[in-house]
């Protein structure tokens, strides 16, 4: 893909396919997620299907074939989170390279601003420079490192904490009758 105003859009279920086979090819690699089991279509229109409270996007190239993905999930069940999202960012090998993942991840961060997240996170293997690279130039920033977090493979990998407040839609949650007693 060599589109520098790559086409982005909310997911298809006839996207499903495509998909999977990007999350798959980065399963595969071992580079960006603790995720050893292939996905199959069924699971991507699970979240498809749940991608009016999560949003998720596609890059699509010149004839409508996604080429990567971005999508947020949810961080932690309790209500105190409902606002934080946990995001992915997968691209096809060959579009790789080209600025595609910084228009996604930029567009998810429009998409999350628009359904009310405050703040959005991400955990990223320390060796994956790329990954880091894509968050910091989306403005992310890295706020510390977990040490031996999982296991891939039988070897335990660190990965870095990055994280980006959407500060507009940071709000008060304390309720008026608290304030009055303050």
Same mark, same amino acid.
């Given at each position: 893909?060599?589109?520098?105003?790559?086409?982005?859009?909310? +997911?298809?279920?006839?996207?499903?396919?495509?998909? +999977? *086979?990007?999350?798959?090819e980065? #399963?595969?690699?071992?580079? *960006?997620? %603790?995720?050893?089991?292939?996905?199959?279509?069924r699971?991507?229109?699970?979240?498809?299907?749940?991608?009016?409270?999560?949003? /998720?996007?596609?890059?699509?190239d010149?004839?409508?074939?996604?080429?990567?993905?971005?999508? /947020?999930?949810?961080?932690?069940?309790?209500?105190?989170?409902?606002? #934080?999202?946990?995001?992915?960012?997968?691209?096809?090998?060959?579009?790789?390279?080209?600025?595609?993942?910084?228009?996604? /991840?930029?567009?998810?961060?429009? *998409?999350?601003?628009?359904?009310?997240?405050?703040?959005? /996170?991400?955990?990223?293997?320390? %060796?994956?420079?790329?990954?880091?690279a894509?968050?910091?130039?989306?403005?992310?920033?890295?706020?510390? #490192?977990?040490?031996?977090?999982?296991?891939?493979?039988?070897?335990?990998?660190?990965?870095? #904490?990055?994280?980006?407040?959407?500060?507009?839609?940071?709000?008060?949650?304390?309720?008026?009758? +608290?304030?009055? *007693?303050?």
């Amino acid at each position: 893909m060599t589109d520098m105003n790559p086409t982005i859009r909310a +997911a298809r279920l006839e996207d499903a396919p495509a998909i +999977a *086979a990007i999350y798959n090819e980065g #399963i595969a690699e071992r580079r *960006a997620t %603790f995720e050893t089991e292939p996905r199959d279509v069924r699971d991507i229109t699970e979240r498809i299907a749940a991608s009016d409270r999560y949003p /998720l996007l596609v890059a699509v190239d010149e004839l409508d074939a996604p080429v990567g993905w971005a999508g /947020l999930s949810g961080y932690r069940p309790r209500d105190c989170y409902a606002g #934080i999202g946990e995001v992915s960012v997968y691209l096809a090998s060959d579009a790789r390279g080209q600025g595609l993942g910084r228009v996604l /991840l930029d567009s998810l961060v429009d *998409a999350a601003r628009a359904h009310g997240y405050w703040k959005l /996170l991400s955990r990223v293997f320390t %060796f994956n420079t790329a990954s880091r690279a894509l968050c910091r130039a989306s403005g992310f920033r890295e706020v510390g #490192i977990y040490e031996k977090h999982g296991q891939l493979d039988g070897q335990w990998l660190d990965v870095v #904490i990055v994280e980006r407040l959407i500060p507009e839609n940071l709000v008060s949650s304390i309720p008026a009758t +608290a304030e009055a *007693a303050a």
